[in-house]
């Protein structure tokens, strides 16, 4: 009789390793959600004040400048953070996801690598040779420790990656 559950060796398969940082999920959902739900009340409220005007701008001309501010607010959002990607790497795949499902891309399939650098982070874009699941290019902000760590295990993999960034 063989067992229904085999016990698999570490040597078996590849373990990944998160090269993006752990804020990413704090980034992707808590703020978005904190930011919309306190701005969309805010200028819910003022739509709902029967006053005058708030200091020396009229009230009507301060309501649909709230109005555009959530509606800016909300597409920067969206253009910046909701769509940061989690990535994983082993030695064979990259792997990207959004919380919900995950993909895996070959590391041939990888066009370039590009660094855009802020003051208290880096984000990398991802461009893919084809469109993939979540389309040619993914954002998600490095870590360089969780890099580092990765870079020990698979050095020749971190070296083509450092070889792609632009």
Do not use: C
């Not at 990535?87 to 370039?112: C, W």
């Not at 040779?129 to 902000?141: E, L, P, R, V």
Request: no cysteine; hydrophobic share 45%.
């Amino acid at each position: 009789m063989t067992p229904i559950i085999k016990k698999i060796n570490q040597s078996e398969f590849m373990k990944t390793h998160q090269v993006s940082s752990s804020t990413t999920l704090g980034l992707k959902f808590a703020l978005p959600a904190l930011w919309i739900v306190f701005f969309s009340l805010f200028t819910l409220a003022l739509f709902l004040t029967d006053k005058d005007g708030f200091g020396v701008i009229p009230s009507s001309t301060f309501k649909y400048y709230m109005l555009g501010f959530l509606v800016f607010g909300i597409a920067f959002l969206y253009w910046s953070v909701i769509r940061l990607k989690r990535v994983e790497m082993d030695g064979e795949f990259l792997y990207a996801s959004n919380y919900f499902k995950t993909f895996r891309y070959p590391y041939h399939q990888i066009e370039k690598f590009t660094e855009k650098d802020y003051f208290f982070f880096s984000s990398f874009h991802v461009h893919l040779k084809q469109a993939g699941n979540f389309g040619k290019k993914m954002t998600f902000i490095a870590s360089k420790k969780k890099f580092e760590k990765f870079a020990a295990q698979y050095p020749d993999v971190a070296q083509q990656f450092v070889d792609l960034v632009e």
